[in-house]
């Protein structure tokens, strides 16, 4: 395990967390002595424990977030789009994903990627069921989707790991939104708001920023 390490905090239902998400993801492989771990928490929660609101609830800031996503998708080569019905409350997806990375399961990163998709490309309702079983799916087979599904994000300590992952995120690492960054290197831990801080996140670890497209990453690893 390395000294470097970032804990990246995210809610699919926020679009800015995808892009932090796949940024890190390209990253990793540029900066090799720094360790990732993903958490889920409920961005809902976050809000509701700092005192903070969704964005989109002041008209101005709603309205400039709206001009802000799709510029920022082509500048990230991310294929985002507009959710049918936004927002929509991802507490069940959340704890979909709680429950895989409780299991260990390397199918975190492509689930969570998959959940983006179908809320922020293909206009499906991250509150149905039937649709997060039809993504999970392909991924991680039709028996294990339908028991995540229907058993085990429904478990006491999924739901409590859940909360507690948000409660840490506020109460200890002072998150009032989405994606949430822990950053540690080595000597200090600073947190970070924002897919728009990888910069700053980089120069904090002494590693370098090359761009939301930096060497080594391919075009298909990103798009739908
Ligand atoms: N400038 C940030 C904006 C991130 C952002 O607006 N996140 C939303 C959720 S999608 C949020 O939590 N906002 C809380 C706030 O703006 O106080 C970025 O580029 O990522």
Not at 125 to 146: C, F, H, M, N, R
Not at 155 to 177: I, M, N, P, Y
């Amino acid at each position: 395990m390395s000294n470097k390490r970032i804990t990246i905090f995210y809610d699919v239902v926020s679009p800015f967390s995808w892009f932090g998400f796949e940024l890190l993801r390209r990253y990793q492989s540029v900066w090799n002595g720094v360790d990732v771990a993903l958490q889920p928490f409920f961005l809902g929660g976050v809000m509701g424990a700092s005192g903070n609101k969704p964005p989109a609830t002041n008209p101005y800031k709603g309205a400039q977030m709206l001009k802000e996503i799709p510029l920022f998708g082509k500048m990230y080569d991310i294929d985002i789009g507009n959710p049918a019905n936004f927002p929509e409350k991802s507490l069940h997806a959340m704890r979909i994903l709680q429950a895989l990375k409780l299991q260990g399961s390397d199918k975190l990163t492509a689930v969570s990627l998959a959940f983006w998709k179908l809320y922020w490309h293909d206009k499906k309702s991250i509150e149905s069921k039937d649709d997060l079983q039809a993504y999970l799916a392909p991924i991680v087979g039709d028996a294990a989707a339908t028991r995540l599904v229907q058993h085990d994000s429904q478990t006491s300590e999924v739901k409590q790991a859940l909360a507690d992952a948000t409660k840490e995120a506020v109460d200890v690492h002072g998150a009032f939104g989405a994606p949430w960054f822990v950053v540690e290197n080595g000597n200090e831990t600073m947190t970070f708001f924002g897919s728009d801080r990888m910069e700053a996140i980089a120069f904090f670890l002494g590693e370098k920023y090359l761009g939301p497209c930096p060497p080594g990453y391919k075009r298909e690893s990103s798009k739908l």
